[in-house]
RNA sequence: GUGCCCAUAGCUCAGUUGGAUAGAGCAACUGCCUUCUAAGCAGUAGGUCGCAGGUUCGAUUCCUGCUGGGCACGCCA
């Protein structure tokens, strides 16, 4: 499938074998390694790494292909470079193949694919945080798989990642529900499906009467100061939501290392407070209680005229608990885009108050989803539950399972269809969520959820299943200190070569907080995996199980090596690989 | 009105500190199962990178303006 080399950008530096390229540039011109960014040439036949020459012939004052020239005329073969060739104002590098095939082998055999930049570095990620009262909908799919995929990249990376579920089950909402549920009451058990319905009639009806918003505030205000009776109601409410949250995080197969709503800050409402006031933050607005910010039209409001307090105040209170316990080195907060003024001002609040640490904290904004090219509306009624796409996506895969056994005539390898076809179909809607780039906007579209050909999350579990089926097959015959110089076939070496880029595709993750780039990586590799083994299909002795049997232990352990990567990049994405499809 | 974001093939999208001939998937058309899993592989076709300027040896990429779309702009979160 993708056969291009999109992340031509990437910089290899972390292998030794990039590395090994900006070095020698390095030598030939007196310039400093750094100054060379080791990419990949637009194709495969033109060599492994490409170093351009435009900053050296600057320096020189020459015409960088000149330069270029006079750089490989000083190549000589070393360990790790087989040969430089000049192209224009590029250098082009060919690796010696051995050992990249060792490299790659036992970094996968090692289970040390990825670099470690993060060691003793703390990263929180403020992720999925839905408002209780209300249904996980398919909206809700994207903080809540973009924060876990980077929450698994940083882990993967080495950083203490502390995943937060910032519960919305504080403020004028809830007091909103709180009068609802006294006013018309709801069936037991009470489930979200009641809650929702109440919460929906009360907006409804705020319309016509403009009393039932007093109610509802001050029912919040009751909440706020601790009333027993809104605080019994509230706490059940909250209890029957989280019970329906943890059934749609077990099946995403996410645990959260920190469940703290926003009602946890309230007790710390009256210190923030005086704490503003005493730095001179806090001035008076209409009756509210604001703070002005620089080059901001409108001020940050922190209490409103009936005296409760506001998202805004809660999230200072969180921020400053964040870094108070964990000291991070970057605080996430994985949030759609619309919210993108909240944290603006928010981070200037922050750096108002005079904490150096504001600069550490980072909105990770995504684009909307959309149902029928709408923005979705639990109010509006055109929602579609998470849990219902998940099922359904499962049901769908359990079908083509059985489809394709039929299709192919052949037995199934699968054990466990109910189970595998879980992990395929919902892993396959989380890919399909990751893809694009964070801050597009989305279209739900069954058609689309559901599509299991092509650049999906199902093409990389049909790559990984064939790796384990052939290692299956394979049975005793070992593939431990296989002789790696069997491995002469062009699609070897572009396994190998797609499997060194592994470390870098991960960095790049996460400095940009961008899952994608792992998702379109894992397309490429299971690409070169799958143009590997259909080599195979029209030539016996191209097959993994061939008959040479060091050819084939040599096959096994490039198979091995693929099969680790994918599973351990769907992992950092949040997929589950399965052993067979 | 102000601010932020977006515009690449019929559709959905990659192309990320400016670099070599702009690439995939879907849809269309053509091949490949005497099969290490055809949920796959190979191929054909499909582009004035929204428009106009500017910076540069070089711009899909950076800047300005314009057009079109989205989102946000005080007491919800």
């Known amino acids: 499938m993708l056969q291009c080399d999109r992340f031509r950008g990437a910089m290899s530096f972390h292998t030794p074998f990039a590395a090994a390229c900006a070095d020698f540039m390095a030598r030939a011109t007196d310039l400093p390694a750094a100054s060379f960014a080791v990419d990949a040439p637009p194709r495969r036949e033109m060599g492994d790494f490409a170093v351009g020459c435009f900053a050296a012939a600057k320096a020189q004052g020459k015409n960088p292909a000149v330069v270029a020239a006079e750089i490989v005329a000083k190549f000589a073969p070393t360990d790790l470079l087989a040969s430089a060739t000049a192209a224009g104002p590029f250098v082009n590098f060919q690796l010696q193949r051995g050992p990249v095939f060792a490299y790659c082998v036992e970094r996968a055999a090692a289970g040390t694919l990825l670099p470690q930049p993060g060691a003793d570095q703390t990263i929180c990620i403020d992720y999925s945080s839905p408002n209780i009262s209300k249904h996980l909908a398919f909206h809700h799919i994207r903080s809540t798989v973009i924060g876990h995929a980077l929450a698994q990249i940083f882990r993967g990376l080495g950083y203490r990642v502390i ?16 009068a609802a549920f006294k006013k018309w009451g709801a069936p037991e058990p ?4 009641a809650l929702n319905a109440l919460y929906v009639r009360f907006r409804d009806e705020m319309k016509t009467n403009p009393d039932l918003e007093n109610e509802g505030r001050a029912w919040f205000k009751k909440l706020e100061d601790g009333d027993a009776e809104a605080r019994a109601l509230w706490q059940k409410f909250r209890d029957v939501s989280w019970a329906e949250f943890e059934t749609v995080y077990a099946m995403l197969g996410i645990k959260f290392d920190e469940i703290r709503g926003e009602s946890a800050y309230e007790p710390d409402m009256p210190r923030v407070m005086a704490e503003l006031r005493d730095k001179g933050m806090v001035t ?5 209680q604001v703070v002005e910010l620089d080059g901001e039209k409108t001020p940050m409001l ?13 999230d200072i209170a969180a921020a400053q608990y964040r870094w108070n316990t964990y000291h991070f080195a970057r605080s996430l907060y994985v949030v759609d885009r619309g919210q993108a003024l909240h944290f603006r001002q928010l981070w200037k609040a922050l750096a108002k108050a005079g904490y150096a640490w504001s600069s550490k904290c980072e909105h990770v904004p995504f684009g909307l989803v959309r149902i029928g090219g709408k923005k979705t509306s639990t109010r ?41 076809a879980q992990k395929v179909g919902i892993g396959a809607v989380m890919f399909a969520n990751l893809m694009s780039q964070r801050e597009k906007d989305v279209d739900f579209d069954w058609e689309k959820v559901m599509a299991t050909d092509g650049d999906s999350g199902v093409y990389l579990q049909y790559a990984h299943a064939r790796c384990a089926s052939i290692l299956r097959k394979a049975g005793s015959d070992g593939h431990a200190n296989a002789d790696l110089s069997k491995l002469t076939q062009p699609g070897e070496w572009a396994l190998a070569r797609r499997i060194l880029d592994y470390g870098d595709m991960a960095v790049r993750a996460g400095n940009n907080c961008e899952p994608h780039v792992i998702c379109h990586y894992l397309l490429e590799l299971a690409g070169d995996f799958s143009r590997f083994y259909t080599a195979g299909n029209g030539d016996a002795t191209l097959r993994v199980l061939c008959e040479d049997g060091h050819t084939r232990a040599a096959r096994l352990a490039l ?6 990567v994918l599973a351990h990049g769907m992992a950092l994405l949040g997929l589950q690989a399965v052993e067979a499809v």
């Open 559 to 564: 198979t091995e090596a693929t099969k680790t």
């Open 163 to 178: 995943g937060i579920n910032h519960l919305g089950d504080w403020g004028t909402t809830h007091g909103m529900l709180i």
């Open 302 to 314: 922190l209490v409103t005229k009936d005296g409760t307090t506001l998202y805004a105040t809660r």
């Open 284 to 288: 008076e607005s209409q009756g509210a």
């Open 380 to 420: 509006g009624g055109n929602v579609v539950l998470l849990k219902d796409v998940f099922n359904e996506a499962s049901d769908e895969i359990a079908e083509r399972i059985q489809a394709s056994v039929q299709n192919n005539d052949r037995t199934s390898e699968v054990t466990d269809i109910a189970g595998t």
């Open 190 to 193: 009470i489930d979200v499906t």
